[in-house]
């Protein structure tokens, strides 16, 4: 298993209201500038992990941040965590490099992400 696909949180994505200033701000606290800057997404990698930054929530409405836990199948581990009683959210789709993501809530209304990279 490479260290993509390795399970754990290593994705967390932020939404933002001011792109600009959140860039300045998680630049300054991650010590390193975006790998990904665009108008529609931010993202930054450091120690191993991704941060996000995805302006006013993004077409899937986030109003807190999501921790995406990696998997290594995603159509496997929703099966489970939904026979486990979470609730889909976003079904898995294709986000673009082959990386697929998912969210689902647990009964408590916490969104959880899941990803996979192929």
């Given at each position: 298993?490479?260290?993509?696909?390795?399970?754990?949180?290593?994705?967390?994505?932020?939404?933002?209201?001011?792109?600009?200033?959140?860039?300045?701000?998680y630049?300054?606290?991650?010590?390193?500038?975006?790998?990904?800057?665009?108008?529609?997404?931010?993202?930054?990698?450091?120690?191993?992990q991704?941060?996000?930054?995805?302006?006013?929530?993004?077409?899937?409405?986030?109003?807190?941040?999501?921790?995406?836990?990696?998997?290594?199948?995603?159509?496997a581990?929703?099966?489970?965590?939904?026979?486990?009683?979470?609730?889909?959210?976003e079904?898995?789709?294709?986000?673009?490099?082959?990386?697929?993501?998912?969210?689902?809530?647990?009964?408590?209304?916490?969104?959880?992400?899941?990803?996979?990279?192929?």
């Amino acid at each position: 298993m490479t260290s993509s696909s390795a399970p754990g949180i290593r994705t967390v994505l932020h939404p933002v209201s001011d792109l600009a200033t959140a860039k300045k701000v998680y630049a300054a606290l991650l010590g390193v500038p975006p790998q990904t800057d665009g108008p529609y997404y931010v993202g930054f990698e450091a120690a191993g992990q991704h941060i996000g930054l995805v302006p006013n929530g993004g077409p899937q409405g986030m109003t807190s941040p999501v921790a995406y836990w990696h998997v290594p199948d995603i159509e496997a581990k929703l099966a489970e965590v939904t026979a486990a009683g979470a609730t889909v959210q976003e079904p898995a789709h294709d986000v673009g490099g082959g990386r697929l993501v998912a969210t689902v809530t647990d009964p408590d209304g916490n969104v959880l992400g899941l990803l996979q990279d192929r």
